[in-house]
């Protein structure tokens, strides 16, 4: 469910960071996990993030970052490098 408290958000914001990744669990819509990564530009600053939802019938958290984080991951370093181009 959507986190409300302020400070619960900042340290989810805060792990996010340390991880280099965020992950919900029925945040967006009950039954749904997502996980999340930064597209940054070619200075490193954070312009953008790419998000994968899939329902938790189908994968667990742990099959989530083994199997998933790392497509994401390669699918942002692909538009950090389109991007690098034109930006």
Do not use: W
């Not at 340290?11 to 990564?37: D, K, P």
Request: hydrophobic share 45%; charged share 25%; proline share 3%.
């Amino acid at each position: 469910f959507t986190i409300a408290d302020r400070s619960a958000l900042l340290s989810v914001i805060r792990q996010g960071r340390v991880n280099g990744y965020c992950e919900a669990e029925s945040q967006l819509e009950v039954g749904i996990l997502s996980i999340a990564v930064p597209v940054r530009d070619r200075n490193g600053a954070m312009i953008a993030a790419i998000n994968m939802g899939v329902p938790s019938t189908r994968h667990d958290k742990a099959s989530l970052k083994r199997d998933l984080l790392p497509i994401l991951r390669e699918a942002a370093a692909e538009i950090e490098f389109a991007l690098s181009k034109r930006l």
